[in-house]
C-alpha cells in the first residue's frame, strides 16, 4: 500500500473504539489518550464524532458505545459465510459434547470468536461471538498459532503482552513455542487452567477443502467436573468428526 493511501485520522478513529472493552465501557477523553498513546485533541474529535454519528453517547465527561457499534462487527458477521456453515455443527458438537464449544479466528495477538453454542457459563466473563482472549493462552490460539509459520507465530508472541492470567499460565516465549510445536503434531491444543483457574479447554484447527488453517474449535469444560488429562479421551473424536465435517463445505 501507498503512503499516500493511508488514512490516518480513520486509522486513529479505530484505535480509540478499539480501547472501549469489557473492563472499560466507559471512557473519558483523558482515559482514552492514555490508552491509545494518542494526544488529547485527536482523541476528543474522534469520540465526539463517534457521538455525534451515534455510535457513542457523551454525559459531559464520559463516553460510551452504543449498540450502533455493533453493525461494524455484523458487517464481517454477515459478510463471510463461515460463522454461519460452522455454527450448526457447533450445536450438535456442544449437544454431544455435553459441554461449551466454540469457534474462532485469529486477528493479531488475540482470538475473536465467531460461533459458539452454550450449555453453561464456564467462565467468569460471558463469551459471545465478537469476543476476544489472547491467543497465547488459550486452546483455540494454540492450535491457530502452530498452524503459523514458526517466524510468524514468535512475532506475534513477541507483539503480545505475556501476563499470567493464572500460576498455570506458561509466558515464556521459547516454552510457548516448544508447545506450538506438540500441538503441531498432535493435531489438537488442551489447556489446563492457564487462561482462568477452574477451566480447561481442548482445541483443534479447521482446515477448509484446500488443507488451510481457517478457524479453530474448542470444548470448555470445568476442571471440577473434567481434568485436563481426561479431555482428550472425552472430547478429542468428536472434535475430529465436526473438524472431517466441516472440511469438504469451507472453501
Given at each position: 500500500?501507498?503512503?499516500?493511501?493511508?488514512?490516518?485520522g480513520?486509522?486513529?478513529g479505530?484505535?480509540?473504539?478499539?480501547?472501549?472493552?469489557?473492563?472499560r465501557?466507559r471512557?473519558?477523553?483523558?482515559?482514552?489518550s492514555?490508552?491509545?498513546?494518542?494526544d488529547?485533541?485527536?482523541?476528543?474529535?474522534?469520540?465526539?464524532?463517534?457521538?455525534?454519528?451515534?455510535f457513542a453517547?457523551?454525559?459531559?465527561?464520559?463516553?460510551?458505545?452504543?449498540?450502533k457499534?455493533?453493525?461494524?462487527?455484523?458487517?464481517?458477521?454477515s459478510?463471510?459465510?463461515?460463522?454461519?456453515?460452522?455454527?450448526?455443527?457447533?450445536?450438535?458438537?456442544s449437544?454431544?459434547?455435553g459441554?461449551?464449544?466454540?469457534?474462532?479466528?485469529?486477528?493479531?495477538t488475540?482470538?475473536?470468536?465467531?460461533?459458539?453454542?452454550s450449555?453453561?457459563?464456564?467462565?467468569?466473563?460471558?463469551?459471545?461471538p465478537?469476543?476476544?482472549?489472547?491467543a497465547?493462552?488459550?486452546?483455540m490460539?494454540?492450535?491457530?498459532?502452530?498452524?503459523?509459520?514458526?517466524?510468524?507465530?514468535?512475532?506475534?508472541?513477541?507483539r503480545?503482552?505475556?501476563?499470567?492470567?493464572?500460576?498455570?499460565?506458561?509466558t515464556?516465549?521459547?516454552a510457548?513455542?516448544?508447545?506450538?510445536?506438540?500441538?503441531?503434531?498432535?493435531?489438537y491444543?488442551?489447556?489446563?487452567?492457564?487462561?482462568?483457574?477452574?477451566?480447561?479447554?481442548i482445541?483443534?484447527?479447521?482446515?477448509?477443502?484446500r488443507g488451510?488453517?481457517?478457524?479453530?474449535?474448542?470444548?470448555?469444560?470445568p476442571?471440577?467436573?473434567?481434568?485436563?488429562?481426561e479431555?482428550?479421551?472425552?472430547?478429542l473424536?468428536?472434535?475430529?468428526?465436526?473438524?472431517?465435517?466441516?472440511?469438504?463445505i469451507?472453501?
Amino acid at each position: 500500500m501507498r503512503e499516500t493511501d493511508f488514512v490516518s485520522g480513520f486509522a486513529k478513529g479505530l484505535r480509540v473504539i478499539e480501547a472501549f472493552g469489557e473492563t472499560r465501557p466507559r471512557l473519558s477523553i483523558t482515559d482514552a489518550s492514555k490508552l491509545t498513546g494518542l494526544d488529547r485533541a485527536t482523541v476528543r474529535r474522534s469520540l465526539l464524532t463517534l457521538a455525534d454519528l451515534g455510535f457513542a453517547d457523551y454525559d459531559g465527561k464520559f463516553f460510551t458505545l452504543t449498540p450502533k457499534i455493533l453493525r461494524l462487527g455484523h458487517a464481517y458477521l454477515s459478510a463471510t459465510p463461515l460463522p454461519a456453515l460452522i455454527q450448526p455443527h457447533l450445536d450438535q458438537l456442544s449437544e454431544r459434547a455435553g459441554q461449551s464449544a466454540s469457534a474462532s479466528v485469529l486477528d493479531g495477538t488475540e482470538i475473536v470468536y465467531i460461533a459458539r453454542a452454550s450449555q453453561r457459563r464456564v467462565m467468569s466473563i460471558n463469551l459471545t461471538p465478537g469476543s476476544r482472549l489472547p491467543a497465547f493462552c488459550a486452546s483455540m490460539g494454540r492450535v491457530l498459532l502452530a498452524a503459523l509459520p514458526e517466524s510468524e507465530a514468535r512475532a506475534v508472541l513477541s507483539r503480545t503482552d505475556l501476563k499470567a492470567n493464572t500460576p498455570n499460565t506458561k509466558t515464556d516465549p521459547d516454552a510457548l513455542m516448544a508447545e506450538f510445536r506438540i500441538v503441531r503434531a498432535a493435531g489438537y491444543a488442551i489447556i489446563d487452567q492457564e487462561l482462568e483457574i477452574g477451566l480447561c479447554s481442548i482445541a483443534v484447527p479447521v482446515e477448509n477443502s484446500r488443507g488451510q488453517t481457517v478457524a479453530a474449535i474448542n470444548i470448555g469444560a470445568p476442571a471440577a467436573h473434567v481434568a485436563a488429562v481426561e479431555m482428550a479421551e472425552r472430547y478429542l473424536s468428536l472434535l475430529l468428526e465436526t473438524q472431517k465435517a466441516l472440511r469438504p463445505i469451507l472453501h
